[in-house]
């Protein structure tokens, strides 16, 4: 009976420290995009009169919301 409760209370102080998904590595993602200025660094094309850092900057936001979402999705446990 002793060996269950030390087997729990491991699993409480440490709950992700088991979480190894693959999924995992999207995340890196939203991490890297920004820190690529070249793709961003620039006044044309421009898109309904923003120039390419305002909508790239709104792109790579909601590129961050849907990986964040999808890996989510992947790796909660139900």
Known sequence: ???????RSRK???P???D????????FIPIVLPLVTVWYNA???RLLGFPRFYWMQLAIIAVGVGTTTLVYQMTKRR
């Open 12 to 14: 409480a102080r440490h």
């Open 1 to 7: 009976m002793k060996e269950v409760c030390r087997d």
């Open 20 to 27: 190894k998904s693959p999924w995992n590595w999207l995340l």
């Open 43 to 45: 006044d044309s094309p």
């Open 16 to 18: 992700r420290a088991a």
